[in-house]
């Protein structure tokens, strides 16, 4: 489908078309109507940065699942290796028995991970699982039971990881208590912080938040497992924290004797143009958790931890499918694919959106911001570009206007659009992405 004539989207039917219309309203009798679907897309074939539909229309895939298939829609050497796998050896359980694949890995993501020093990876089967796999391994190796996360962070929606998602209360709603000794801290907003745009302000109010206010009225530090924190916020709205606030963040935990757990499942694995986010502001977490992007959709997870914090002992945590072999190998052709050419390529067609878009705050009058590492962007709307007001709306007019021209955009946050394309697409795709969504919100502002 990917080829040099065929990069950019193609419609042939109303949307959706007769066949997608069908298997949504299947879909409607079936499945659980707790998933949030922003436009009626039914795919059948992806390949590239292009996913076909089951009537044939062709879309630009800028929300790639989810910031998930970083090497595209089914990379030749992905699905090569996939195929490979599959005829050789299924399932085996890495809990119980040993097989080269997993080891291999490990040692690549140990060697990558931030920090010199020896390191351990566990694996499981999808972001939560491995933050869930933090949250224990803190708790077993510090002794101690409580946990700082942050507002506006998404962690997952297994009721661990839950009790700290701090990102919209529907995710939390009737699902009665959860972990008890999870303070939430606010985070520094460098958009909204009370004190405006300046990073720095944002760094030091939240941190005096957390020294001056949280450990002096409502916990001791020495009684915190660890802080949790995405070094850039996906859900939350692709916000990132300034680099002196994860620093600052860093000493306060070492002072303490604090894990720093970053939650890279979104930022991670290349997409913001290094390996991790955590590289830009120059910090080693204790334990980072990835997902996502690390095996181009298969399901694997990974919480990658310094060799002395991961001490537990046999039994202690386990899972039946965390590390598939099929998983594990679609995951080394994925970092083979990414250290090869597509994290340098995240960077160079980031940084050309952001320069085609740098004028956008003067150009639309609903565009609030524009920010991000790589090909990790947010773009917030607001009613007003001097009160900030949030326009959600607005937003999704822009995202639905979006699909109707072959565009797939996806929301993060109340009012922000994301752009988390997959990291081998070309500039003729990025600067086809950005003309249409110019066109998109200039349709949406003239509506209003
Ligand atoms: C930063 C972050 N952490 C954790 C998760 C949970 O991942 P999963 O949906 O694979 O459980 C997500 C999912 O969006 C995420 O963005």
């Not at 090497?71 to 050896?89: M, S, W």
């Not at 005096?208 to 802080?227: S, Y």
């Not at 499942?265 to 958790?289: F, N, Y």
């Not at 709306?393 to 109340?414: M, P, S």
Request: hydrophobic letters at 45%.
């Amino acid at each position: 489908m990917q080829t040099a004539e065929h990069k950019l989207p193609h419609l042939i039917t109303a949307l959706p078309g007769p066949q997608a219309s069908k298997i949504i309203e299947r879909d409607r009798g079936v499945i659980s109507p707790s998933y949030t679907r922003d436009y009626p897309l039914v795919a059948r074939r992806g390949r590239g940065a292009l996913v076909e539909d089951v009537d044939g229309n062709v879309f630009l895939d800028f929300a790639a699942g989810i910031a998930v298939v970083a090497t595209g829609h089914c990379h030749p050497k992905v699905v090569a290796a996939i195929q490979r796998q599959a005829a050789e050896l299924i399932h085996m359980s890495g809990t119980d028995f040993y097989y080269p694949g997993m080891v291999e890995l490990g040692e690549k993501l140990a060697a990558i991970a931030p920090g010199a020093g020896p390191k351990r990876v566990y694996f499981g089967n999808s972001g939560t699982e491995a933050i869930e796999a933090a949250l224990k391994m803190a708790r077993y190796h510090t002794r101690r039971d409580k946990f700082l996360a942050f507002y506006g962070c998404f962690h997952g929606r297994t009721l661990g990881s839950l009790s700290l998602t701090a990102s919209k209360a529907v995710q939390r709603k009737r699902f009665g208590s959860l972990l008890a000794g999870v303070f939430h801290a606010p985070y520094p907003d460098t958009y909204r912080g009370a004190r405006g745009v300046r990073p720095e302000y944002a760094a030091a109010d939240a941190l005096a938040h957390i020294e001056d206010e949280l450990f002096k009225r409502i916990v001791d530090p020495e009684e915190i497992a660890a802080v949790v924190i995405e070094p850039i916020q996906g859900e939350g709205g692709y916000m990132a924290a300034p680099a002196e606030f994860l620093r600052s963040l860093e000493r306060l935990c070492r002072k303490h004797g604090i894990l720093l757990v970053a939650d890279e499942v979104q930022s991670g694995m290349g997409r913001t143009g290094k390996w991790w986010a955590a590289e830009h502001a120059g910090i080693e977490p204790d334990i980072l958790c990835t997902a996502k992007g690390i095996a181009s959709g298969l399901p694997l997870s990974a919480a990658i931890a310094r060799a002395e914090v991961m001490d537990w002992k046999a039994g202690a945590h386990a899972s039946t499918f965390g590390g598939n072999p099929v998983a594990i190998a679609a995951s080394l052709a994925t970092l083979g694919v990414l250290e090869d050419g597509a994290i340098a390529n995240a960077a160079r067609i980031g940084e050309f959106i952001l320069q085609r878009t740098a004028d956008w705050r003067e150009r639309h009058t609903t565009v609030g911001d524009i920010r991000g590492k790589g090909l990790m962007i947010g773009i917030e709307f607001v009613r007003d570009q001097r009160t900030r007001e949030r326009a959600p709306e607005l937003r999704n007019r822009v995202i639905e206007a979006a699909f109707r021209k072959g565009l797939l955009l996806l929301g993060a946050g109340e009012n922000t659009l994301r752009i988390c394309p997959p990291l081998v697409i070309d500039e003729e795709q990025a600067d086809f992405a950005v003309r249409t969504l110019d066109a998109c919100i200039r349709e949406a502002e003239s509506a209003l």
